[in-house]
């Protein structure tokens, strides 16, 4: 049944991508991607999902690819479009630019894909809430208004201001085939120095991180002076290790360090590729120097983020990855950045395992985890991003289940927030269930009924994220 579904919702997407010239093939590639990413955390999806995205589902749109024996495509997928589950896809934004009056029925087309695919597998309620999310944002984007945050990896939300707009991502170009990455495409004009410091100063919490930065924003500048008035220079390393608790802003950083190492003239386009080891090791020894080389020329101009580098260290796949990084660096020393991020421990031991690593990042930015009142802060924002307005009771009920929450290693910080979020909404929903016409304010507030049966979330998970 939600195989069918899933199908038919596919079909429709591909016949509005058609009627509004964006091609037929090329919206339903995007909504079996979108659908991934949305059924990514719920049991048995992956084979619900290969099964409605077979190559014979339907003859509009039809992305003629055999049936995989393998989860694999599922995957790839997923990860390919998590950044759609809170921000338009690549080709809503085309219209939204292009052609407006064609957004939102494209939209709407979107919201029936994410409907079938929440349910794919066993969904679980935290899925179930970040479908209704995902499909707001698209609506939203669609219809003209602000968009809730990019929550990615890292909330990265600024004191005394709503979170960064998805807008403020890197698109894909529309035409982008399923399952590959996009080449980045950098601002016409770096921004501001001060305007990207200013940034990093208005982020919640981060005391230690915005010190950090500071120091080596002004050490790379007077490095840059120094050359340029003819004095010899250390060479300094410019990569940095980002270790810290899921959630605690380090993609948000890394974001703002590219912007500032354009700015200050050391990297041509200052845009951030984001990885894992599964974007840089393939299947056999061998292909994985090809794979890892071809991300780092995605990244050049640039910086190249990998998260939970310590994955690499696990195998001789992962070896390969890194002895083929550490030369990708060497050659390309002048126009390429690396940051790698993970858990402290793991990290720590990763960098000493190759005696190349160890002489390129001899800087280490740790990301503390956030306080209750940061986490409160960041909930709010999160909360106003999206429409949504807590009583000040339901703020005092979120202070309660900080303090009861175990601070352990994979504590997922901004990530704990958003779930909290997720599930405040998911049971916002059920509470109007038999409100035939809400009003504005009780479709926009939280009440501190809404926090209640929020279990033990806080580990790190990409559920709703």
Known sequence: MTTTALATALDALAAAGAATGLGGPEARAEGERLAAAVAESSPGAPTDWLKA???????????????????????????SARRWRSAPTDLLEHLITTAPQHAPGYADALAAVVDAAATLGDPSISAIAAAEGTKAVHRSAAAGRETAPRAGADPGLRLGAPAPTPSATEPEPATQAAGTEPEPEPAD?????????DELDQLIGLGR???????????LRIERLRAEAGLTSPTLTRHLVFVGNPGTGKTTVGRLVAGIYRALGLLDKGHLVEVDRSELVAGYLGQTAEKTTAVVQRALGGVLFIDEAYALAEDQYGREAVDTLVKDMEDHRDDLVVIVAGYPGPMARFVGT???????????????DYSAAELRQIFAAMAGAADFEPEPATLDRFDR??????????????????NV???????????????????????????????????????????TL
């Not at 900080?402 to 290693?409: G, K, L, P």
């Not at 059920?430 to 929020?454: A, G, I, K, N, S």
């Open 53 to 79: 995205t077979a190559a014979d589902v339907g003859p509009e749109g039809s992305t003629g690819r055999p049936t995989s024996s393998t989860l694999q495509p599922f995957f790839d997928a997923a990860v």
């Open 209 to 219: 991180v915005k010190d950090e930065i500071h120091r080596q924003t002004e050490l």
């Open 189 to 197: 004009e770096p921004r501001p120095l001060a305007e990207l410091l």
């Open 401 to 418: 289940l900080v303090a009861d929450q175990v601070r352990s290693e994979g504590f997922g910080n901004g990530r704990w927030a958003r």
């Open 354 to 368: 190759n005696p190349g690593l160890e002489s390129r990042f001899s800087r280490t930015i740790t990301f503390e």
């Open 421 to 463: 979020l997720d599930s405040a909404i998911a049971r916002h929903a059920w509470r109007l269930r038999d409100v035939e016409r809400p009003t504005v304010d009780q479709l926009r507030t939280l009440v501190p009924e809404d926090l209640e049966d929020v279990v033990d979330i806080g580990t790190d998970s990409e559920a």
